[in-house]
């Protein structure tokens, strides 16, 4: 899921204060702004941050100087400028893991019919990096920059089991997390289901995140055998099925080995 606006309230948002705040302050706005999606109010903007007006509005008078905010002469409202989205674009241009997996996610889309999703490890979950959409009555939330918790996301799962140990300290530091009501929050299980994915070489979270969405997720590595991605495919969980279909299933390994190929993978013989 894509990390949810912050509640309209008066208090401020906390800041580390071992960091410049005046830059946390103008990355959270930008944050905010992407997670609402749409021209937002300067008032609307404050209250969600817990900041007065006055001082939201000096951050984005700058982010508009710069070209990243654009202002509604009509409306006065803020939007985002694609200034970031151009960004974001030469960033994934010199990334080889990005450049080798697009034209495979738009090949395995046009296969199956699902939206397509590749994601890497973080310390806190898995982020989306890229993302192929396909329409399905059942809309699919999540886009790029989202991050879903490793126990409750087919991508968790194969990171969990795939990884290096590092997400498993996360998992057992806290409380699991209950999406809905098929959210697995017991350590044992989740440790039974994760060593299945290690046997089988994918994972499956039907309405683990959100009701009536399922995702099928497979690992990608690299020239060193180090799984650096998730391949995935999400739609509606009576099109995906439960558990999914095996040609589904073929044809989510088969892209992620090529584009583990890609980057010098080698299975072993």
Do not use: C
């Given at each position: 899921?894509?990390?949810?606006?912050r509640?309209?309230?008066?208090?401020?948002?906390?800041?580390?204060?071992?960091?410049?705040?005046?830059?946390?302050?103008?990355?959270?706005?930008?944050?905010?702004?992407?997670?609402?999606?749409?021209?937002?109010?300067?008032s609307?903007?404050?209250?969600?941050?817990?900041?007065?007006?006055?001082?939201?509005?000096?951050?984005?008078?700058?982010?508009?100087?710069?070209?990243?905010?654009?202002?509604?002469?009509?409306?006065?409202?803020?939007q985002?400028?694609?200034?970031?989205?151009?960004?974001?674009?030469a960033?994934?241009?010199?990334?080889?893991?990005?450049?080798?997996?697009r034209?495979?996610?738009?090949?395995?889309?046009?296969?199956?019919?699902?939206?397509?999703?590749?994601?890497?490890?973080?310390?806190?979950?898995?982020?989306?990096?890229?993302?192929?959409?396909?329409?399905?009555?059942?809309?699919?939330?999540?886009?790029?920059?989202?991050?879903?918790?490793?126990?409750?996301?087919?991508?968790?799962?194969?990171?969990?089991?795939?990884?290096?140990?590092?997400?498993?300290?996360?998992?057992?530091?806290?409380?699991?997390?209950?999406?809905?009501?098929?959210?697995?929050?017991?350590?044992?299980?989740?440790?039974?289901?994760?060593?299945?994915?290690?046997?089988?070489?994918?994972?499956?979270?039907?309405?683990?995140?959100?009701?009536?969405?399922?995702?099928?997720?497979?690992?990608?590595?690299?020239?060193?055998?180090?799984?650096v991605?998730?391949?995935?495919?999400?739609?509606?969980?009576?099109?995906?099925?439960?558990?999914?279909?095996?040609?589904?299933?073929?044809?989510?390994?088969?892209?992620?080995?090529?584009?583990?190929?890609?980057?010098?993978?080698?299975?072993?013989?």
């Amino acid at each position: 899921m894509p990390r949810k606006p912050r509640p309209e309230t008066t208090e401020p948002v906390a800041l580390d204060k071992s960091a410049n705040q005046s830059t946390q302050l103008a990355f959270l706005l930008i944050e905010e702004m992407a997670d609402i999606g749409a021209p937002v109010a300067l008032s609307d903007l404050a209250r969600r941050l817990g900041i007065q007006k006055v001082r939201a509005f000096r951050y984005l008078r700058t982010l508009s100087a710069m070209g990243y905010v654009l202002q509604d002469p009509d409306t006065e409202r803020y939007q985002l400028s694609f200034k970031l989205y151009h960004l974001a674009q030469a960033l994934a241009d010199r990334n080889d893991l990005l450049r080798d997996a697009r034209p495979m996610m738009l090949a395995l889309r046009d296969q199956t019919g699902f939206t397509v999703t590749l994601s890497q490890v973080e310390p806190e979950g898995m982020r989306i990096l890229d993302m192929v959409r396909n329409v399905h009555p059942v809309e699919i939330v999540t886009r790029p920059g989202g991050l879903l918790d490793f126990h409750a996301s087919a991508q968790g799962k194969v990171a969990l089991a795939f990884g290096d140990g590092a997400a498993w300290n996360v998992v057992r530091s806290r409380p699991l997390r209950r999406w809905t009501d098929h959210t697995n929050t017991d350590i044992a299980a989740l440790e039974a289901e994760v060593e299945q994915v290690r046997r089988q070489g994918w994972a499956e979270a039907p309405e683990q995140t959100l009701n009536g969405v399922s995702a099928l997720s497979a690992p990608v590595f690299d020239v060193h055998k180090q799984m650096v991605a998730t391949l995935t495919l999400a739609g509606p969980l009576h099109s995906l099925g439960q558990p999914p279909e095996d040609k589904l299933v073929t044809a989510l390994l088969t892209a992620a080995r090529r584009i583990s190929g890609n980057l010098g993978f080698l299975e072993d013989t």
